[in-house]
Each structure stands twice: as structure tokens, then as C-alpha cells.
């Protein structure tokens, strides 16, 4: 019988007076962020990079997306003045500080998420040339 | 000037291979399924005690994110044959693996989400007996 709690951490008591958890998963959560998150913390990104990097991303959203994180602080943009002027995104300390999340969902994602194509062997439709 | 790559992790260069990492985090990005993850890394609950305990969350939204989650094989649904019957919701070994996730965004959100409430000091409007 499993009636009882056999695990616990520390932090779980905490979430109904504190919506951090709440809120920081939702960020996460929103469709093309963790792979944008994923992307700048190889290193900064030009806009033009990141449509072509992250595959199905419209400007529009892309757009919308690094306005949210450069609100929540999770990035900056970079404004080089020169001609044509040159514009990157980069990760802020805080982005910078998300690496071990963005490292453990790549780790139980590995382990755990089986896809079609991964079990067919060989599908590259996915895949494109840069 | 930071154009250059300056740091890297060694899953990175897959994502556009593998969108493992994009399914991933839209499943734990959805509202309420990080803290229902939270409050079942605790122990099994029932439904009643996830509804009490997870402040704001209807009966029908959390029907389907348990039902998404076994779907995925996150959670077990374990029913006790006893009158009147006890159904109780628990994580599986899948589920039980992503307590690293949970609690890296948890540290995350401690250091770096301010809130309002937060911010007052001692607003506690959010919290209500059991």
C-alpha cells in the first residue's frame, strides 16, 4: 500500500504561499522559450539566427518571445552601432542561471521521451541545412 | 564584444533532431502540471486533496492534466477496492525522475522571481485553511 508519502523535498511545502514555482514553469513552459533558452546558452544569437536555429519559429512569435524574456530579465539586447547596425540577444545572469533546469529537462527528456522518428530509425524530415 | 560563443552544454546541438527537449518542457510548462508534480514528489494523493491543496485549480482542469500525465506515464492512477473506494494518483519511476527538474526550477524561482506579495512583505491573501 503507497497511502503514505515515502519522499519528500524540501521546497514542497512552500508553493501555495509562494506562486515563484508557478510562475517560473509557465515562462518555461510557453512554446519555442526552452529551446530559445536552450539556443542562447550556446551563446549570443543575431533574430535572423534564431528563426533559422529553432525550426517552425515565426518572426512574429520569436519576436514576442524575446520581448517576454527581456522583460522577465532573462535576456538583453545588444545593440552593436555599426553599419547595417548588428543586434544580439544574450542571456542575463539570471538566463545564465537556468542552465542547470534547462540541463535536467535535457536529461530525464533523453531518458524518458520516446518520438516516432526515434523509434523508426531514420527519419531526418526534420532536419534542414542552415 | 560578445559575439562569440562563450560557453556550451553538450546537448544543445541535437534539439533540432530531437524535439524531446521542446515536449518536454511544454509538458511541464502547462498551467498547474508543475505543481501537481510538486505536491505528488511529496506522496500519492487523491483527487480531493490535490483540489484542496492546489489553490484555484477546478475539478475539470485537474481531471485532464492527470489524465494527460498518465497518459504520459508521469503518474499511476491506484485504486484501493474498499467501500467506499479509494482512487489515489502517484508518480512513476518516469515521474519520480524529473524531481531533479522540479527542483532546479524551484531554486531558480527562489533566487530570481520577485512577486508583488513578495514584495509587501506580508500579504497573505493566497493562503487558506485545509
Chains 1, 2 share one sequence.
Request: with cysteine; proline share 5%.
Amino acid at each position: 500500500m503507497a497511502t503514505k508519502p515515502t519522499e519528500t523535498i524540501t521546497t514542497s511545502q512552500d508553493y501555495r504561499m509562494c506562486p515563484r514555482f508557478e510562475h517560473a514553469t509557465q515562462l518555461l513552459g510557453k512554446r519555442w522559450t526552452g529551446l530559445l533558452l536552450d539556443t542562447l546558452m550556446v551563446g549570443p544569437r543575431r533574430f535572423c539566427e534564431l528563426t533559422a536555429t529553432v525550426e517552425g519559429l515565426s518572426d512574429r512569435v520569436l519576436s514576442d518571445r524575446l520581448r517576454e524574456l527581456e522583460s522577465e530579465g532573462i535576456i538583453e539586447r545588444i545593440v552593436y552601432p555599426q553599419i547595417p547596425v548588428r543586434v544580439e540577444y544574450r542571456l542575463t545572469e539570471k538566463g545564465r542561471d537556468l542552465r542547470p533546469v534547462v540541463q535536467a529537462i535535457h536529461d530525464w527528456a533523453e531518458k524518458w521521451i520516446l518520438l516516432p522518428q526515434a523509434l523508426d530509425g531514420n527519419n531526418t524530415t526534420e532536419e534542414e541545412e542552415l
